[in-house]
T-cell receptor
């Protein structure tokens, strides 16, 4: 069975500083990987996804993520955070099986200091 | 351009009561899902549907039932609510080959 681990429950970063959120997955074949963002009281919005090809993927809001098969990781990065990036971020893995079911990590809450 | 709409947004139930959560999507998506979100546990799949008239169990189906009588609607039922079902419930939908889900804004359910 697939699983996702986000080791950091909370991260505090200063506005303008860089951000990196860690994601490790467990899956036997090439996974489909996703990052979602959830603002307070809202649903989840897709930031980016990786299916195949270039291991560095660009997403919305200036985010990017890098797939590293050897490390079973899909870390999310942003060079310079804005106060509006304060939210909870979820990494997810899909198996590609019927139903497009996704397994989510526990989430990382990002706080942005002025 | 509503996307995925969940009703109600908030609800308080007493233990043993029943209720139905409604999810409606206007994007003609084939697949629909119900997840629950609990602190530190991310989102866990309750049930899902790959088409009208079909449903399947996810990771945490016990205590819930679902129905997909129309393609645009996916109902989640709690027959006898328990405090352990206190959670935020999210509905999502997707196309078969798109993978990116569109999420609703959630239903916050408290069972006392």
């Amino acid at each position: 069975a697939q699983s996702v681990t986000q080791p950091d429950i909370h991260i505090t970063v200063s506005e303008g500083a860089s951000l990196e959120l860690r994601c490790n997955y467990s899956y036997g074949a090439t996974p489909y990987l996703f990052w979602y963002v959830q603002s307070p009281g809202q649903g989840l919005q897709l930031l980016l996804k990786y299916f195949s090809g270039d291991t560095l993927v660009q997403g919305i809001k200036g985010f990017e993520a890098e797939f590293k098969r050897s490390q079973s990781s899909f870390n999310l990065r942003k060079p310079s955070v804005h106060w509006s990036d304060a939210a909870e971020y979820f990494c997810a893995v899909g198996a590609g099986a019927a139903g497009n079911k996704l397994t989510f990590g526990g989430g990382t809450r990002v706080l942005v200091k002025p | 351009n509503a996307g995925v709409t969940q009703t109600p947004k908030f609800r308080v139930l007493k233990t043993g009561q029943s209720m139905t959560l409604l999810c409606a999507q206007d994007m003609n998506h084939e697949y629909m899902y119900w997840y629950r979100q609990d602190p530190g546990m991310g989102l866990r799949l309750i049930h899902y549907s790959v088409g009208e008239g079909t449903t399947a169990k996810g990771e945490v189906p016990d205590g819930y039932n679902v129905s997909r009588l129309k393609k645009q609607n996916f109902l989640l039922g709690l027959e006898s609510a328990a405090p352990s079902q206190t959670s935020v419930y999210f509905c999502a939908s997707s196309l078969p080959d798109a993978y990116g889900y569109t999420f609703g804004s959630g239903t916050r359910l408290t069972v006392v």
